[in-house]
């Protein structure tokens, strides 16, 4: 199984010395999403950037792994929200990185369905465990709920 998309970056005016770093990104369902650096690194406020890309990956990945464990144990979830949050800073080799992410979902079940801590942590750490792109990391990521 592979994926693919397409960056792509035209040259445009911009200040004397800089370069524009507004580009888009299109995924290979069709969806495009204009993107940026960070603000810190002279890029645009208004689109997504790639450390901000890399946290919904993460985030969406949990999330969808966690519903599909809790679709098995035949527990219906109604809603997730998850307020995900990334930081960089250095890593080992003293490079700039995004060095922790923090997931904060917010799950509730079905009406009338009771659903014990115990196994909602159990979920969670299954859910992490078999995450695709949370195997792919490098950084620390907490699950906090």
Same mark, same amino acid.
């Given at each position: 199984m592979g994926f693919k998309l &397409? *960056?792509?970056w035209q040259t445009s005016s911009s200040e004397e010395g800089e370069f524009n770093r507004d580009h888009q990104? &299109?995924?290979?369902?069709g969806q495009v999403v204009n993107a940026s650096s960070a603000v810190e690194y002279k890029g645009n406020a208004e689109k997504v950037n790639p450390e901000e890309?890399?946290?919904? %990956?993460?985030?969406s990945c949990h999330m969808l792994t966690f519903l599909a464990i809790a679709h098995l144990k035949r527990l219906p979830v109604v809603s997730y929200v998850d307020h995900a949050t990334a930081e960089l800073g250095?890593? @080992?080799d003293?490079? *700039?990185a995004v060095t922790k992410m923090n997931l904060f979902p917010e799950v509730v079940?079905? @009406?009338? *369905?009771?659903v014990s801590e115990a196994v909602i942590d159990k979920i969670h750490?299954? %859910?992490h465990a078999n995450c695709f792109i949370a195997n792919s990391l490098a950084c620390d990521v907490k699950i906090n709920y």
């Open positions: &397409t *960056v792509n990104i &299109t995924y290979g369902s890309g890399l946290l919904g %990956a993460l985030s250095k890593n @080992e003293g490079k *700039v079940f079905g @009406e009338g *369905v009771e750490q299954k %859910a």
